[in-house]
Nanobody
Framework: VQLQASGGGLVQPGGSLRLSCAASGFTLDRYTIGWFRQAPGKEREGVSCISIDAGHTYYADSVKGRFTVSRDDAKNTAYLEMNNLKPEDTAVYYC????????????????????WGQGTLVTVSS
């Protein structure tokens, strides 16, 4: 049973990346999915979260208009599309699955995720 985050890498400012969060051993359709990031020397922050059935999404102010969260329950995978990346987006990105929390609650740090992915590094630099 695990979450596997992937898709990170090195990209220039203004570039794009798509992160994936694939579940194995359980089905994502019963979980709120969250994307979090942690930059060196900083606390982990909730970036974007999506509720069950994608009925509600949350975005941190710093990524609104640039990031898009989605889910494909048929593929048991969630995604984070990141556009117009900035150097301050550099961080290790983690996905998490929480069975009971609303999206805003999870991203605000009040959830209790049942599963965490291992993290994927995003570096935005010229």
């Amino acid at each position: 049973v695990q979450l596997q985050a992937s898709g990170g890498g090195l990209v220039q400012p203004g570039g794009s990346l798509r992160l994936s969060c694939a579940a194995s051993g359980f089905t994502l359709d019963r979980y709120t999915i969250g994307w979090f990031r942690q930059a060196p020397g900083k606390e982990r922050e909730g970036v974007s979260c999506i509720s069950i059935d994608a009925g509600h999404t949350y975005y941190a102010d710093s990524v609104k208009g640039r990031f898009t969260v989605s889910r494909d329950d048929a593929k048991n995978t969630a995604y984070l599309e990141m556009n117009n990346l900035k150097p301050e987006d550099t961080a290790v990105y983690y996905c998490a699955a929480d069975r009971g929390s609303p999206a805003t609650y999870l991203c605000s740090g009040y959830g209790s995720p049942h599963y965490w992915g291992q993290g994927t590094l995003v570096t935005v630099s010229s």
